[in-house]
């Protein structure tokens, strides 16, 4: 006979530590690596992506580095920088590809933003032949404010800790 039972999926966010460079920066590699898949000339992504120094430089630099865990286990991270008045940058997110498209990414989104109910404004960008991206942002809440042939720039307001 067959049994069935089901697995809560606990996922958290915590600050990344120092010692989570190296997995944090490989996660990183295999997320952006998998932007070739999408539109992508080929492995690669924004400066730093596969270095773990750069992962630990911006542990120190960021207003936040978050690692993110399910069921305890290092799945992705998240960079964001803080500005006055409410306003919010996120300079990263990413997921180890094995986790793509089991809306895991929409639940970290979720646990990101709820993080910072004084938040205001969100902004974030990515590459305009980045079709999946863009429409993960955009089915979190946010929308396009402008383009450029280099980037696509998103904003999203937030109302009492919730999107507008």
């Known amino acids: ?20 460079d190296a ?5 990183s590699r295999r997320a952006f690596d998998s932007d070739a898949a999408v539109g992508g000339s080929g492995p690669g992504g924004p400066p730093g992506y ?12 960021a207003s936040a580095y978050w690692k993110l865990l399910l069921n305890g286990r290092l799945i ?15 300079a990263r ?7 793509h498209r089991q809306g895991l990414g929409l639940r970290a989104m979720a646990a ?3 993080a910072y109910p004084e938040a205001r404004t ?3 960008e990515t590459p305009p032949w980045n079709g999946r991206t863009r429409a993960f942002y955009e089915k979190a809440g946010f929308r396009v404010v402008r383009e450029t042939a280099e980037d696509v720039f998103f904003q999203k307001t937030m109302r009492g800790g919730h999107g507008a």
Do not use: C, H, K
């Not at 596969?50 to 630099?61: E, P, V």
């Not at 998240?78 to 008045?85: E, G, K, L, N």
């Not at 997110?93 to 986790?99: F, R």
């Open 1 to 20: 006979m067959l049994m069935t039972a089901t697995i809560d999926l606990n996922l958290t966010l915590e600050p990344a530590r120092a010692d989570d």
């Open 23 to 27: 997995a944090l920066a490989g996660i």
């Open 50 to 61: 596969d270095s773990a120094d750069w992962q630990r430089q911006m542990m120190t630099q």
């Open 76 to 90: 992705g991270g998240a960079i964001v920088f803080t500005y006055p008045r409410g306003r919010y940058y996120l």
């Open 93 to 99: 997110l990413y997921l180890d590809p094995d986790y």
């Open 112 to 114: 990101l933003l709820d």
């Open 122 to 124: 969100w902004r974030l």
